[in-house]
């Protein structure tokens, strides 16, 4: 089975700086995906941004960047000029997609951002 | 186009009763997952539709069922509510099985 680690239950970072979120992973197989989501206190969880494990190329969205080790099994989230609104509990979660699988979604227990002003 | 909405937002069950949460995915979806969270869990997996049938289950017991609709809705059913069952439940819906998922805003249930 798969298991995905966040070993910073939370994180602090002041206004527009940057701050890196950790994440690990544990899996047997070769493709799947892998996820940042965002919950803010409002509770939606909000997709932030996603990698193919077949992509060697870092994904970026904006201010949002990963640093994808698939040797190491490690999926860090990089957040650029940090806005108070980047505040949130961040999870990490892995996907399979391997013919067959359970497509569901694997998370870690979070870290709670917080961004000082 | 409207996002994944789940109703109520708020239950409140006493022990012993049952309840009903619904979810409509975003429309074209076809496939709807439900969540689990809790402070001591986190997120756990329920179960998957697509199309109408289940397709995966999470490790819930019986208790915890649900079903899917022709037009996608799906509804989820705890029977014999337990303490334990306190808990925000997400549902999220993608195009296919293997899409991105959407998240719902949840529903907060309070069994007391």
């Known amino acids: 089975a798969q298991t995905v680690t966040q070993s910073q239950p939370e994180m602090s970072v002041q206004e527009a700086e940057t701050v890196t979120l950790s994440c690990t992973y544990d899996?047997?197989?070769?493709?799947?995906?892998l996820f940042w989501y965002k919950q803010p206190p409002s509770r939606q969880m909000i997709l932030v941004i996603r990698?193919?494990?077949?992509?060697?190329q870092n994904a970026t969205e904006n201010r949002f960047s990963v640093n994808f080790q698939k040797a190491a099994k490690s999926f860090s989230l990089k957040i650029s000029d940090s806005q108070l609104g980047d505040a949130a509990m961040y999870f990490c979660?892995?996907?399979?997609?391997?013919?067959?699988?359970?497509?569901?979604?694997?998370f870690g227990k979070g870290t709670l951002l917080t961004v000082n002003p | 186009k409207a996002g994944v909405t789940q109703t109520p937002r708020y239950l409140i069950k006493t022990r012993g009763q049952q309840v009903t949460l619904s979810c409509s995915p975003i429309?074209?979806?076809?496939?709807v997952s439900w969540y689990q969270q809790t402070p001591g869990q986190g997120l756990q997996f329920l179960f998957e539709?697509?199309?109408?049938?289940?397709?995966n289950k999470g490790n819930f017991p019986g208790r915890f069922s649900g079903r899917q609709f022709s037009n996608s809705r799906s509804e989820m059913n705890v029977s014999t509510l337990e303490l334990g069952d306190s808990a925000l439940y997400l549902c999220?819906?993608?195009?296919?099985?293997?899409?991105?998922?959407?998240f719902g805003p949840g529903t907060r249930l309070t069994v007391t």
């Open positions: 999220a819906s993608s195009l296919a099985f293997r899409s991105e998922q959407y």
């Open positions: 899996t047997s197989e070769s493709d799947y995906y």
């Open positions: 990698q193919e494990a077949y992509k060697q």
């Open positions: 429309s074209g979806h076809r496939s």
């Open positions: 539709y697509f199309s109408e049938t289940q397709r």
């Open positions: 979660a892995y996907r399979s997609n391997s013919g067959g699988s359970n497509y569901k979604l694997t």
